[in-house]
């Protein structure tokens, strides 16, 4: 075991990984570009195709998650909820307090079968990340600059193409619009007093307009909202360099159904409903905190081999010809040559850390608690 964790810490290691994972990006976008001719065509089958494609990429993050971390997460919700998972469209509330909170929900969209289906509301700046935003954009991901009068329009169009979807999808909502830290949460609850709202503890004041916005767009299509709310064990504040370390963690999320028919059509309504279910997150958090768990019955979902399967034909396809490659540098013995191939590296660890930096709490930016940002609740 500790000679396992010594090449998981090597960084030839993870520069690899990334390799792999970034050229299979570029290609992936790339066969994604092409498939754009469909769309007048065959939408349908334009869709489908870039599921799969997405699945491809964004399953190499799940196996870092899966394989090489070895991170276990448990679900806390009852089986009837859990024989639905991957059997309808839904809205995923989830709390967003946690660098690789994504990849939780990404591990649990890939053993339920909807990983390359998912969508989410996501920022604007995402867009213009390489291989993230480009692999989105295929996909009909709807971007917000999170300023409503911009949006509007946008958002509209966006979420009405999704309607006829082929696909089980499972659209993720961050209802908090950003990252929680410390000063976003005092802003948050200066906002939340400003307005007569209960004070949360674990949470940001969840911005209401994305999720009314996607109620009111998706009713017919969505079936149900599920409210997930995430946590580690032992306080652990996992991190996605942790990850691609190899280190372990054991995530915990809380899962409830609820059924659109139980949620109020009204704008105003639907928005309280929304900030009751953030109290009833708070006092979740509050729980777990005190007891080391969340309420209810556990089930652990089991690992698919595909995201592994995945990563390996990727591995074998690029990494043979570049290990090929490079055993013919040193062999050359040309200073040019070696010299190139070593700046090759540099620039390829530095795109790979600032991809990874996307994800950092610390470069997470946003406007929350400014004037604008008040007036988009």
Known sequence: MALLA???SLFILQLLMGFVFVVSGLIINFIQLCTCI???INRQLYRRINCRLSYSLWSQLVMMLEWWSGTDCTLY???ATVDKFGKEHVIIILNHNFEIDFLCGWTICERYGVLGSSKVLAKH????VPLIGWTWYFLEIVFCKRRWEEDRETV???LDRLKD????????LYCEGTRFTEKKHQISMQVAESKGLPKLKYHLLPRTKGFTTTMQCL????TAVYDVTLNFKDNQTPTLLGIVSGKKYKADLRVKRFPVEDIPDNEQECANWLHKLYQEKDALQEQYNKEGKFPGPTIIPPRRLW???NFLFWATLLLSPLIKFACGVVVSGSPLLIIGFITFLIIASVAIRRLIGVTEVKKTGSSYGNQEAKKQN
């Open 307 to 309: 995201t592994l399967l």
């Open 125 to 128: 700046e995402l867009l213009k």
């Open 156 to 158: 509209f169009a966006g």
């Open 38 to 40: 469909l769309w007048p």
């Open 219 to 222: 009713k017919g299509t969505v």
């Open 77 to 79: 919700t009852d089986q």
């Open 165 to 172: 979807y082929p696909e089980y999808m499972w659209f993720l």
């Open 6 to 8: 010594y090449l998981k």
